[in-house]
């Protein structure tokens, strides 16, 4: 059984860095072929997708987040992790993390991240 | 960045009808490799997304059979044959062919 659960800081102030992790089971981020993805949710809005990373520390990220964001996984403890800098209101969201095997498949229940100051 | 463009926004039925959502992408979504990565994806009222369906028709196993994909390089369509009452919520197409992956900006069912 594929679970994946997201933890944050729940609310930071501008400029700060934020850090996610993704605690996943029932796959291993060393398996060929497998990934995972970030993606966020303003509240009451779409979705954006923000970073990939892949068995193989390949990495993706979104242009329009420019150098702000920092992917990396700990495999031994299954585990995948998000950095934002520099961080403002616009950041407010829910963010969650996805498997990646082909596509984003299973994701996880999300946590939510207040920007204010 | 490939726009994902979603038609209706929002869908109101009774249950056993036909629904019918369409997305068309502002480039073609077939890929060097002859797949087609455009896939759909459900998020309940309150609740995180879930897979539907991948490669444009691929239904996920535990997806059930009355829900259907079909389409080719940038026009697509999510088909439900009878919705029921499980099926509201908020229906996004999206893209993996080309970076950054792209969203459509949802469909809303509603159930009558």
Known sequence: QVTLKESGPGILQPSQTLSLTCTFSGFSLSTYGMGVGWIRQPSGKGLEWLANIWWDDDKYYNPSLKNRLTISKDTSNNQAFLKITNVDTADTATYYCARIRGELDYWGQGVMVTVSS | DVVMTQTPVSLSLAI??????????????????????LNWILQRPGQSPKRLIYQVSKLYSEVPDRFSGSGSETEFTLKISRVEAEDLGVYYCWQGTHFPLTFGSGTKLEIK
Do not use: H, R
């Not at chain 2, 959502?21 to 502002?26: A, F, G, L, V, W």
């Open chain 2, 16 to 37: 056993g009808q036909p629904a019918s959502i369409s997305c068309k992408s502002s480039q073609s979504l077939l890929g060097t490799s002859g797949k087609t990565f």
